[in-house]
């Protein structure tokens, strides 16, 4: 079955860089795209984009462009979420969600990762 | 980008009672659009995608509508484990955006 499991918590220091891995298995890694969605505290879910694992190709939402970088390494079957500058409004449970193929029509989600809290405090 | 609304924000229902959530597009996404329930403190569950189609395992008592701009995630009959936010996502072209959600409580 599909398993999607991210690192662990962190907490980092206004200015720091923090990066968040999502390490798949249960299906054939590069067939599905993953997106990163995060949810600050008492918020609602926010896109921040996708990565076709196959290719590396990303689609960033605009507001995050430029501080955010979204990767995957195929021979660990694993996606990584960098987010830099990062600001107290940056404190926020990421999450990584699967789309459910590669193609038009597919990227909605029905697999999650657990969810990783980043929490941005001096 | 296209924006997604969802109305109300925040309902109270009684048992049993029929609950309607609406979600609406500023531009036509055809029926590209999926429902999450997420329960306090986990993971968002998908509900029903594209716009009607139930995702496995979900009760029956929920239901989904719409096109184009303007559609609907109906439960029949509200029960207990339904208590939840719930958001829509429009999923035909990035950005993916999700709608502001919908938290519903037990009247």
């Known amino acids: 079955q599909v398993h999607l499991v991210q690192s662990g918590a962190e907490v980092k220091k206004p200015g720091a860089s923090v990066k968040v891995s999502c390490k798949a298995s249960g299906y054939t890694f590069t067939r599905y795209y993953m997106h990163w969605v995060r949810q600050a505290p008492g918020q609602g879910l926010e896109w921040m984009g996708i990565?076709?694992?196959?290719?590396?190709?990303?689609t960033y939402a605009q507001k995050f462009q430029g501080r955010v970088t979204m990767t995957q390494d195929t021979s660990t079957s694993t996606v990584y979420m960098e987010l830099s500058s990062l600001t107290s409004e940056d404190t926020a449970v990421y999450y990584c969600?699967?789309?459910?193929?590669?193609?038009?029509?597919?990227?909605?989600?029905?697999?999650w990762g657990q969810g990783t809290l980043v929490t941005v405090s001096s | 980008d296209i924006q997604m609304t969802q109305s109300p924000s925040s309902l109270s229902a009684s048992v049993g009672d029929r609950v309607t959530i609406s979600c609406r597009a500023s531009q036509g996404i055809s029926i590209f659009l999926a429902w999450y329930q997420q329960k306090p403190g986990k993971v968002p569950n998908l509900l029903i995608y594209?716009?009607?189609t139930l995702q496995s395992g979900v009760p029956s008592r929920f239901s989904g509508s719409g096109s184009g701009t303007d559609f609907t995630l109906t439960i029949s009959s509200l029960q207990p484990e339904d208590v939840a936010t719930y958001y829509c996502q429009k999923y035909n072209s990035a950005p993916f955006t999700f709608g502001g959600g919908t938290k519903v409580e037990i009247k």
């Open positions: 594209p716009a009607s």
């Open positions: 990565i076709n694992p196959r290719a590396g190709s990303t």
């Open positions: 969600a699967r789309s459910e193929g590669s193609g038009a029509g597919t990227y909605f989600s029905a697999y």
